[in-house]
């Protein structure tokens, strides 16, 4: 099982750049979570999505800020235009209620956005 | 969620037990107890959770008191790579409608 895969790892931008990170969850999981964290707010929960449908996405900070799941294998959340306070590590999770449910969150590796 | 409140930081020895403390006062009947962990520049990683009866799985025990107030996670032989941030969460079990709402954890600090 290759786990939560995100890309790009690390991205340095200019503040007015388009941002796009993506998110590939575990096979099977219908839950897909994008956090974010920072050294101020520690992690953030920005929206959720269920069976590839917006859930939840009160924690979006502003319309900057949009994530899609085009299909259950694949999510982006997108930042346009990107600005210095965006800066942050924003991390994918997903996770199933189907089968033996622990109600575990599986975790990428997380996006370093750096927005000079 | 019910919230929770631990110790900002907490250093142990390696080889010791460590025992970490997490209160949840507001806790409801169908809440469970969870602990996640981040090591530095990774994404939180699951430790264990429960509901009424103590657990234990191969990275740690969860100790629940009778009224389910407060926890704690107790890592039996703390080694070097066990220095993170723990973080104690309350929420209805289940898969995730039930998102994870992370507080400021208790950063832990396994010394030689």
């Known amino acids: 099982d290759a786990g939560v895969i995100q890309s790009p790892r690390h991205e340095v931008t200019e503040m007015g750049q388009e941002v796009t990170l993506r998110c590939k969850p575990i096979?099977?999981?219908?839950?897909l979570f994008w956090y974010r964290q920072t050294m101020m707010r520690g992690l953030e929960l920005l929206i959720y999505?269920?069976?590839?449908?917006?859930?939840?996405d009160s924690g979006m900070p502003e319309d900057r800020f949009s994530a899609k799941m085009p299909n259950a294998s694949f999510s982006t959340l997108k930042i346009q235009p990107s600005e210095p306070r965006d800066s942050a590590v924003y991390f994918c999770?997903?996770?199933?209620?189907?089968?033996?449910?622990?109600?575990?969150?599986?975790f990428g590796e997380g996006s370093r956005l750096t927005v000079l | 969620d019910a919230k929770t409140t631990q110790p900002p930081s907490m250093d142990c020895a390696e080889g010791r037990a460590a025992n970490l403390p997490c209160n949840h006062s507001?806790?409801?009947?169908?809440?469970?107890v969870y602990w996640y962990r981040q090591i530095h520049s990774q994404g939180p990683q699951y430790i264990i959770h429960?509901?009424?009866n103590n657990e234990t799985n191969e990275m740690a025990s969860l100790i629940i008191t009778e009224d389910r107030k407060s926890s704690t996670l107790i890592l039996p032989h703390a080694t070097l790579r066990d220095t993170a941030v723990y973080y104690c969460?309350?929420?209805?079990?289940?898969?995730?409608?039930?998102?994870?709402?992370f507080g400021g954890g208790t950063r832990v600090l396994v010394k030689p």
């Open positions: 999770a997903s996770s199933t209620d189907r089968g033996e449910n622990t109600g575990e969150l599986f």
């Open positions: 429960g509901l009424k």
């Open positions: 999505f269920n069976n590839n449908v917006p859930i939840d």
């Open positions: 507001t806790i409801s009947g169908n809440e469970y």
């Open positions: 969460i309350v929420r209805v079990g289940g898969a995730a409608g039930n998102k994870l709402t």
């Open positions: 096979s099977g999981h219908d839950y």
